[in-house]
């Protein structure tokens, strides 16, 4: 009698855990999840004081980012696309930086912010790494599982980005099949092959990462990749039979060429320029651009020899050369080591005809100095051979020739050798590019750049709108 007293306890409490746990799953999307009078609380917005919106959206879509929102302009361009055409977007991720203005002034678009993980959990060292990493990922399951599910109002499609895949994928193809929303993921490169770049690529944890990122990818119901390259390896390598659909960055109109006028104004009022403004705009000395996340697969110590060489010829067998400003931009994890390199070069006078300068910048000042500068570098060197850095695109996008690290498969469809920019593999063909460029009449670089003007015509509205939009069903061509 016990014994059945026990049975009937247990399978009254296992009934009402189960009940309490059919009444608390994530709600489901239904295409009148969003009514006129629903929309101005979709989502929960950072901001305060937007107005209702009075016409129902086209469709909804919630954008992911597993990082800061404001360094990762790809998925701002998305959201605003989809807003642009008539969607409503709800945007999540990390507020470490400045946010693209036209994601602030759009009605159509609410940002929920993702908590960041505790400091202690984040670190670039190799074996702290393999204690505070699990750790880490079970914070952001928390964080995504609550925002995913239950901060936000259910959507038709989930647009996220890849990588970092976990615990993105896992996460987020849960809250899809539990709300009926349709996952897409957008591929900036494979995530495992990052990973590879701090443990190595035979590592347990690459191969349990990679075989991880195969399994869920194939789950979803498009794929948006940023090269042809990529849409090949996903294809072949992952074996996804869902839709894989290449939509190649392309630069916003915030970054146009400038004139002269413009040029001699803008560097005359930066305070990283102003000092050199006269040498800039009398061609004795040369604006050199790079833009980097300080991270492994960007080798500056490649640049930095280059211009050590650079100096020294231009010191003795090439007395003709110009100076050059160098202005390198972002913020990352390795901006400290190198920038002890460099101090430690000016010491041992081998950048006599060189200078260097690390710098942050507002992204309207950023899109200027592209315009103002002679000539942008890439050393991005691609973990996994078949992405693409977006540097490259805004360069194109304000006028800008652009030297960059070729060896990878993806490069020749974002740079024409000889006709908007050149690559190089090695620090001595890099400096010989600075010299065969800065050199003589300039004739050689103002082909590139008419390279890159013609380039830069090429924008993301134009890339977006047949491919992405008439996947998210809000452009019809």
């Known amino acids: 009698m016990a014994s059945l007293e026990v049975l009937l306890a247990v399978a009254v409490l296992g009934s009402t855990l189960f009940t309490a746990l059919l009444l608390t799953l994530p709600s489901r999307y239904t295409s009148e999840a969003v009514t006129d009078a629903a929309l101005g609380s979709w989502g929960s917005s950072s901001r305060t004081g937007t107005s209702t919106t009075?016409?129902?959206?086209?469709?909804?879509?919630?954008?992911?980012?597993?990082?800061?929102?404001?360094?990762?302009?790809?998925?701002?361009?998305?959201?605003?696309?989809?807003?642009?055409?008539?969607?409503?977007?709800?945007?999540?991720?990390?507020?470490?930086?400045?946010?693209?203005?036209?994601?602030?002034?759009?009605?159509?678009?609410?940002?929920?912010?993702?908590?960041?993980?505790?400091?202690?959990l984040r670190t670039n060292n190799k074996l702290l790494f393999l204690l505070c990493g699990p750790l880490k990922v079970v914070w952001q399951i928390w964080c995504l599982w609550i925002v995913l599910g239950y901060r936000t109002k259910p959507a038709r499609w989930l647009l996220v980005q890849n990588p970092p895949s976990i615990p993105t994928l896992a996460v987020s193809q849960i809250i899809c099949i539990f709300r009926q929303t349709k996952l897409v993921i957008d591929w900036h490169n494979l995530g495992f092959s990052i990973l590879a770049l701090k443990l190595g690529s035979s590592h347990p944890l690459v191969r349990i990462s990679k075989w991880y990122e195969t399994y869920f990818a194939r789950s979803a119901?498009?794929?948006?990749?940023?090269?042809?390259?990529?849409?090949?390896?996903?294809?072949?390598?992952y074996h996804i039979t869902s839709p894989i659909i290449p939509l190649h960055d392309r630069p916003s109109i915030g970054f146009q060429p400038i004139s002269s006028s413009e040029r001699s104004l803008f560097l005359s009022r930066l305070p990283d320029t102003v000092l050199y403004t006269d040498a800039l705009l009398s061609g004795k000395m040369k604006l050199l651009v790079s833009s980097t996340s300080w991270t492994a697969d960007e080798d500056f110590s490649l640049l930095l020899d280059a211009l050590a060489a650079y100096s020294e010829m231009a010191t003795t067998t090439h007395p003709h050369l110009p100076e050059i400003l160098v202005i390198i931009t972002g913020k990352g994890p390795q901006k400290d080591h190198y920038l002890a390199r460099v101090a430690e070069l000016d010491n041992e006078d081998k950048l006599e005809m060189v200078t260097i300068l690390a710098a942050w910048l507002k992204a309207e000042d950023y899109a200027s100095l592209l315009g103002a500068a002679d000539l942008g570098v890439s050393l991005h060197t691609s973990s996994s051979g078949v992405d693409l850095p977006m540097k490259v695109v805004d360069m194109f996008g304000a006028g800008l020739p652009v030297v960059g690290w070729d060896r990878f498969e993806a490069w020749p469809e974002l740079v024409q050798e000889g006709v908007n920019g050149m690559g190089f593999g090695s620090k001595e063909q890099l400096r010989n590019l600075l010299v065969e460029l800065f050199e003589g009449d300039g004739d050689r670089l103002r082909r590139l750049r008419a390279g890159a003007l013609h380039e830069g015509n090429h924008r993301w509205d134009a890339e977006w709108e047949p491919k992405a939009g008439k996947l998210f069903g809000v452009c019809s061509k």
């Open 54 to 120: 009075k016409r129902s959206p086209k469709t909804t879509v919630q954008v992911l980012v597993l990082g800061d929102i404001g360094r990762s302009p790809r998925m701002q361009y998305h959201a605003c696309s989809i807003a642009k055409n008539g969607g409503q977007v709800v945007l999540i991720g990390y507020k470490d930086s400045d946010i693209h203005p036209e994601i602030l002034s759009t009605p159509l678009i609410s940002i929920i912010p993702l908590p960041s993980p505790p400091k202690i």
């Open 221 to 237: 119901t498009a794929n948006i990749s940023v090269s042809n390259a990529m849409a090949r390896v996903l294809n072949e390598d």
